[in-house]
T-cell receptor, first 115, second 114 residues
Framework: AQSVTQPDIHITVSEGASLELRCNYS??????LFWYVQSPGQGLQLLLK??????LVQGIKGFEAEFKRSQSSFNLRKPSVHWSDAAEYFC?????????????FGSGTRLLVRP | EAGVTQSPTHLIKTRGQQATLRCSPI?????VYWYQQALGLGLQFLLW???????NRGNFPPRFSGRQFPNYSSELNVNALELEDSALYLC?????????????FGPGTRLTVL
């Protein structure tokens, strides 16, 4: 069955430090992969997406993610975290199942940023 | 370009009542998706409408229903409300039947059932 795992429920980093949020997926075919960010009380904003091609994708706000098929991973990275990056981050797989398309989300990782 | 809009922002109901949530997609988008984000349960897919028809539904009871209007806006109806229906309900729209086009999310409606 298709699934997305974000093993870290919470991560705390200091402002200016680098960040990596982990995401592993289970999907039989070539996946469509997404990272979304949700600030408190807000909807989800797309950070970046991977459909095909270059496995290192650049997104908004200085984020990037790398698709590693051999590890079934799509980890999100940022070289220097800003206090405004504190939010919840969701990894998602776009899956076709029974001629229907849906996004399957991970459980999210809450990022806290220390001043 | 206006984003996805949802109304109301907050909704408070009591058990057994009915709730109606509304979503207006981005202009030109024909697909609307509904998700439930309950505390501790993450984002769960509820319903997908495209071109006025229900295309798929998640693992939710029939008291969760909805429709899509000719202008592609959508309503989510929840009948016989239960306490565990309290959640943030997110609507998303897409210009394609999934896949290559990402889903754009609205700010959500927070439903509280007392």
């Amino acid at each position: 069955a298709q699934s997305v795992t974000q093993p870290d429920i919470h991560i705390t980093v200091s402002e200016g430090a680098s960040l990596e949020l982990r995401c592993n997926y289970s999907y039989g075919a070539t996946p469509y992969l997404f990272w979304y960010v949700q600030s408190p009380g807000q909807g989800l904003q797309l950070l970046l997406k991977y459909f095909s091609g270059d496995t290192l994708v650049q997104g908004i706000k200085g984020f990037e993610a790398e698709f590693k098929r051999s590890q079934s991973s799509f980890n999100l990275r940022k070289p220097s975290v800003h206090w405004s990056d504190a939010a919840e981050y969701f990894c998602a797989v776009g899956a076709w199942m029974d001629s229907s398309y849906k996004l399957i989300f991970g459980s999210g990782t809450r990022l806290l940023v220390r001043p | 370009e206006a984003g996805v809009t949802q109304s109301p922002t907050h909704l408070i109901k009591t058990r057994g009542q009915q709730a109606t949530l509304r979503c207006s997609p981005i202009s030109g988008h024909t697909s609307v998706y509904w998700y439930q984000q309950a505390l501790g349960l993450g984002l769960q897919f509820l319903l997908w409408y495209d071109e006025g028809e229900e295309r798929n539904r998640g693992n939710f009871p029939p008291r969760f229903s909805g429709r899509q209007f000719p202008n592609y806006s959508s309503e989510l109806n929840v009948n016989a409300l239960e306490l565990e229906d309290s959640a943030l309900y997110l609507c998303a729209s897409s210009s394609h039947r999934g896949g290559l086009n990402e889903q754009f999310f609205g700010p959500g409606t927070r439903l509280t059932v007392l």
